[in-house]
């Protein structure tokens, strides 16, 4: 098979999920595979060590393509070349397909919170995001959804037929494990504190995290523990989810190399998402051994199982409640660490790329 991939994302300055996932994805293939001859198209040229010869199986089946061009690159650009290179498949890592170009296709959604938020968006970026994701999923032969919420999102919303839908997991790498006490110092961090990691949006509750945490800090009349919102400010911010609450700490965005020990000591993560296609900071902190409150809607109740305490995202009781178990109930704080880490291991990117190169060969 020859199989044409957009590697555009994978050199985008600003790195969020969707570049996250197209490198990691993009890697773990090249890695795996060993009977398909693959080529990368990108934008910008690549780094030298963003696709190692060392760790390709076999590098003489990969082709790295450098295509510039300012604007609708996807659309233009990359139509074009699909159209001269003819392969017997194209995968796009993310929810846009060229409007236009023969042949095979495949695509990832990773989620459609746009339509459970739309005002989450600007308005330009979030009509962009309906049409793109509308026309990939009726174009595409098969379509890689990140969760089982995110499939049966595809048919409810665009009535996309479940047997061209495939679920695959994306992997969760454990953050880089640092010095805690060094993060500790870096951050202004007292030794107690909950946290929570993402960007501050109102999608991701915030107002109900800081209520929650305020209402168990009155109960407990604990003035030491603090409440740790790690991530930049979103669309729509506002300034009143933290106006008056003692306790709450905003560090802005989190190094990379600090994810790990800031998950290390936390009493909990808090994350009771109203919506998440694939909630990465859920595994991320498993991995890490901090045990995890997460919202029991969209995909989290799949990616945590039996490993977190499970809350309706709508209730400030519930959410203060978790926080108050879990701080005092050491049998279940030490039970959920054991779990998380067994339920982390079980996404590994390995797993999610042989089952994507099995899904295209079957197709």
């Not at 168990?216 to 009349?221: H, P």
Request: aromatic share 10%.
């Amino acid at each position: 098979m020859r199989l044409a991939i957009d590697a555009s994302r994978a050199t985008a300055a600003h790195v969020t999920g969707t570049e996250k996932y197209a490198i990691h994805m993009i890697r773990a293939l090249l890695s795996t595979n060993t009977r398909h001859a693959i080529t990368l198209y990108f934008r910008d040229p690549p780094a030298p060590d963003l696709f190692p010869v060392a760790h390709i199986a076999r590098p003489d089946l990969v082709i790295q393509h450098v295509i510039p061009f300012r604007r609708a690159w996807t659309h233009l650009r990359f139509a074009a070349a699909l159209s001269v290179d003819r392969p017997d498949l194209v995968w796009v890592p993310a929810h846009a397909l060229p409007f236009v170009f023969r042949g095979r296709a495949a695509v990832t959604v990773h989620d459609l919170g746009y339509k459970y938020f739309p005002q989450a968006h600007p308005p330009r970026q979030r009509r962009y995001l309906d049409l793109t994701t509308q026309t990939s999923a009726a174009r595409a032969h098969m379509i890689l959804a990140d969760s089982q919420a995110t499939a049966d999102d595809l048919t409810h919303f665009y009535g996309t037929s479940p047997d061209k839908i495939h679920v695959v997991y994306p992997g969760v790498d454990a953050p880089f494990m640092g010095d805690v006490e060094a993060v500790r110092r870096k951050y202004k961090l007292p030794d107690r504190y909950f946290m929570f990691i993402g960007t501050l949006q109102p999608r991701k509750n915030i107002a109900r995290i800081v209520q929650a945490f305020a209402a168990w800090r009155a109960a407990q009349a604990d003035h030491e523990t603090a409440l740790v919102l790690a991530g930049g400010r979103g669309w729509l911010f506002d300034p009143a989810w933290t106006d008056g609450i003692d306790g709450v700490i905003m560090t802005g965005y989190i190094d990379d190399a600090d994810k790990g020990a800031l998950y290390a000591g936390a009493r909990a993560l808090v994350f009771p998402s109203l919506y998440e296609g694939f909630g990465f900071p859920v595994l991320e902190a498993m991995a890490c051994g901090c045990p995890v409150i997460c919202a029991n809607t969209s995909s989290l109740p799949e990616l945590a199982g039996a490993a977190a305490l499970l809350v309706d995202p709508l209730s400030v009781e519930q959410i203060a409640d978790a926080m108050q178990r879990i701080d005092t109930n050491d049998e279940l704080r030490t039970a959920l660490i054991a779990k998380g880490r067994a339920q982390a291991a079980r996404f590994t990117w390995d797993a999610a790329a042989t089952l994507t190169l099995n899904i295209f060969e079957n197709a």
